[in-house]
């Protein structure tokens, strides 16, 4: 049972332009989620993320969205740039177990941002 | 800072063949885990450590065991490889309760012929 989903196994997109990652989870005890980007041969990397008490977080061209009634978030990259073409998995937490934390992953976007 | 090392880099085995994954990281995190990466699946969790001296089950234990060796290091032990465990793993770190954001090393490519 997938509880968090990334629909789209990929994406391309212009440069300059936006890019829209979406993610969809059904757990409703998930309170926080991430997006971590991921380039070959390298481990994820944190990107950004959110907590379910607000609905959007910026950090310069990333900015995250969160509906929590639609139990849907998304990840805005403007303008997009050639750097930025990856893998991008967005993750939520749930279950604590002393100080861990534990990530529920999707299966990823793989973004190709064209010249 | 090195962050979240691993070794080794690849390997291949043969069914049957027992390895262990090396992971350290030098962030004084108390947690750890590991994950693996397969095709069209994301980041499964295996198995994790709250802190030093306490391991948990993920999603997909089975085949595998870890040891938190200490702060800095745990390693994950393949008994008898099989072919199902052809995969890409990944050791994680993490800082606190509060911090939910984990630190990845940079993975191991394992094939098992």
């Known amino acids: 049972d997938q509880q968090v989903k990334q629909n789209s196994p990929s994406l391309s997109v212009q440069e300059g332009r936006i890019s829209i990652l979406n993610c969809d989870y059904t757990n409703s005890m998930f309170d926080y989620f991430l997006w971590y980007k991921k380039y070959p041969a390298e481990g994820p990397t944190f990107l950004i993320s959110?907590?379910?008490?607000?609905d959007k977080n910026e950090d310069g061209r990333f900015t995250v969205f969160l509906n929590k009634s639609a139990k849907h978030l998304s990840l805005h990259i403007v303008p997009s740039q050639p750097g930025d073409s990856a893998v991008y998995f967005c993750?939520?937490?749930?279950?604590?177990?002393?100080?861990?934390?534990?990530?529920?992953f999707g299966t990823g976007t793989r973004l190709q941002v064209t010249l | 800072n090195a962050g979240v090392t691993q070794t080794p880099k690849f390997q291949v085995l043969k069914t049957g063949q027992s390895m262990t994954l090396q992971c350290a990281q030098d962030?004084?995190?108390?947690?750890m885990y590991w994950y693996r990466q397969d095709p069209g699946m994301g980041l499964r969790l295996i198995y994790y450590s709250a802190s030093e001296g306490t391991t948990d089950k993920g999603e997909v234990p089975n085949g595998y065991n870890v040891s938190r060796l200490n702060k800095r290091e745990f390693s994950l032990r393949l008994e008898s490889a099989a072919p199902s465990q052809t995969s890409v793993y990944f050791c994680?770190?993490?800082?606190?309760?509060?911090?939910?954001?984990?630190?990845f090393g940079p993975g191991t490519r394992l094939t098992v012929l």
């Open positions: 994680a770190s993490l800082s606190g309760f509060n911090y939910n954001e984990q630190f």
């Open positions: 959110i907590s379910s008490i607000k």
């Open positions: 962030m004084n995190h108390n947690s």
């Open positions: 993750a939520a937490v749930g279950g604590y177990t002393g100080t861990a934390s534990k990530l529920t």
